[in-house]
């Protein structure tokens, strides 16, 4: 799928949309892997203890689980989200230099959710729960039907900011860091909008566009939970337009 998407079109709408303080400036219209862009997380609170990693159970969710994820039955701490700003292109901790993270990132904007848990370059990340949300006003994609690529801009249908989910990390050495993101995608073979779009004959791909009311417990859910979250989103609520030449 593409690599490309257009950033929220105004600082309030992060507040309006996701419960968040706005950032001071926006980055730019749109993004493209090793570009900076804006994604929101689990905010660190002192005071309370880190995620522990841990492996997934063997079992896979149920095919329908509900819109919303059950917090666990431990008693939770409130849950304080944070924007935060990073390269779009995930660069895993076991990079052993920065111009490699160069390379690797582009490869990695995006990432299959089938495979997040057990893929080298992901599964470390997965197992720390570091999960993130991506704002957005819009994705694109190709429509290849005319056997030409058509660049089609997919938003929702009511215009309202898109969130979807992804996964960060922090790379760090010898006094470098870079902070990246990447989005995870999934299956969209019998989506009756996103079947349309990408290379005929290659499976069709879509971001893992959340719920509204699924932010917080996206963020949140426990390891054998979070893959629940894992849907195509509703056709009927997302609207496809040619992007215009000028």
């Given at each position: 799928m593409?690599?490309?998407?257009e950033c929220?079109?105004?600082?309030d ?10 950032p ?12 900076p862009?804006?994604?929101?997380r ?5 005071g309370?203890p ?15 689980p509900a819109c919303?994820?059950?917090a666990?039955a431990?008693?939770a ?5 944070e924007?935060?700003q990073?390269?779009?292109g995930?660069?895993?901790t ?6 490699d993270a ?5 490869k990695l ?12 370059a992901t599964r ?8 993130c949300?991506i704002?957005m006003q ?12 058509v ?5 929702r249908?009511?215009g309202?900011p898109?969130?979807?989910a ?5 790379w760090a050495?010898d006094?470098e ?6 989005l995870?995608t999934?299956?969209?073979n019998?989506h009756?909008l996103?079947?349309?779009?990408g290379?005929?004959g ?12 699924a932010?917080g417990?996206?963020?949140?859910a ?12 509703p056709a ?7 992007v215009?030449?000028?």
């Amino acid at each position: 799928m593409s690599t490309q998407y257009e950033c929220l079109k105004n600082p309030d709408l992060y507040a309006e949309a996701f419960g968040i303080a706005p950032p001071q400036a926006l980055l730019g219209k749109e993004v493209w892997p090793r570009q900076p862009g804006f994604f929101i997380r689990k905010a660190f609170v002192p005071g309370q203890p880190a995620a522990e990693p841990s492996a997934e159970p063997g079992a896979e969710p149920n095919a329908e689980p509900a819109c919303e994820v059950a917090a666990p039955a431990a008693p939770a701490c409130p849950l304080v989200m944070e924007l935060a700003q990073g390269q779009f292109g995930l660069v895993p901790t076991w990079v052993k230099s920065a111009s490699d993270a160069k390379l690797r990132s582009t490869k990695l904007a995006v990432t299959r959710y089938e495979t997040m848990s057990t893929a080298t370059a992901t599964r470390e990340t997965w197992l720390k729960g570091q999960r993130c949300i991506i704002p957005m006003q819009a994705f694109f994609e190709d429509d290849w039907r005319s056997r030409k690529a058509v660049p089609t801009r997919i938003a929702r249908v009511d215009g309202q900011p898109m969130g979807v989910a992804g996964l960060w990390e922090r790379w760090a050495r010898d006094g470098e860091e870079i902070i990246s993101f990447t989005l995870l995608t999934v299956n969209a073979n019998s989506h009756a909008l996103m079947n349309r779009y990408g290379q005929n004959g290659n499976e069709k791909r879509m971001p893992a566009i959340l719920n509204e009311g699924a932010y917080g417990a996206w963020l949140n859910a426990p390891l054998d939970k979070a893959r629940e979250f894992m849907r195509a989103y509703p056709a009927n609520l997302l609207l496809a337009n040619p992007v215009q030449k000028k």
